[in-house]
Each structure stands twice: as C-alpha cells, then as structure tokens.
C-alpha cells in the first residue's frame, strides 16, 4: 500500500518561505516521478511542480522562479521549497506518486492527507 505523508505547512507572511516534505513508503522510490499540486478552497486541484526519476523538474507557471521541487532517494522523500510566497499561494499542498511520459508527469491513484499553506499578514 502507497503512503504519502506531507509536512512543513503553516502560516507565513507574503515574501516569505517554507519547505514542505513528503516521505513515501510503499513504494519503488528511486524508480518513481514525483509531484506536488495544490487545492484553494473553493477551487480545483492543480498541478504545482513534478521531478522525473532523473531529476527532471517541471513547474506551473504561477510558481516557478519561487518554488523548488527535489528528491531525496535515499530517505524516499520529495520537497518543495517556496520563496516568495503570495496570499493566492494559499491552499493545502498534495504528493503523488506516479509515472513519466513524453517529458511530463502522470499521476497515480495514491495521494497524501495534505499540509496547509496559508500566506497571510
């Protein structure tokens, strides 16, 4: 059984930073792509940033230049570092685990219980 658990959320104020982690387990890490989404209340699910098997990464429009998506293989957990945060990047951030095709991410079924994020002064 695949289990993703997200961590790092909080409340920050508009400029500032936060990491958000997501360790794996139940799962052939090393050899599966990564990704963060988002969801604002009221709002669909999006798609944030996702990182290949190989360390390719790719990100929304909204966030990149702010955020950083990274794996590390060897403790089977994803980050997303994020730098100058903005009230609209309020939401509760998700992992998923899934595939790659033709240089983007395909999700899987599993999905974590969410961390909030909320930027606000």
């Known amino acids: 059984q695949v289990q993703l658990v997200e961590s790092g959320g909080g409340l920050v104020q508009p400029g500032g930073s936060l990491r958000l982690s997501c360790a794996a387990s139940?799962?052939?890490?090393?050899?599966?792509?990564m990704a963060w989404y988002r969801q604002a209340p009221e709002k669909q699910r999006e798609w944030v940033a996702s990182i290949s098997v190989s360390g390719v990464t790719n990100y929304a429009d909204n966030v990149r230049g702010r955020f950083t998506i990274s794996r590390d293989n060897a403790e089977k957990t994803v980050y997303l570092q994020m730098i100058s945060l903005k009230p609209e990047d309020t939401a509760v951030y998700y992992c998923?685990?899934?595939?790659?095709?033709?240089?983007?991410?395909?999700?899987?079924?599993?999905w974590g219980q969410g961390t909030q994020v909320t930027v606000s002064s």
């Open positions: 139940g799962v052939d890490f090393s050899r599966t792509a």
């Open positions: 998923n685990s899934g595939g790659w095709t033709r240089g983007s991410f395909v999700p899987g079924r599993f």
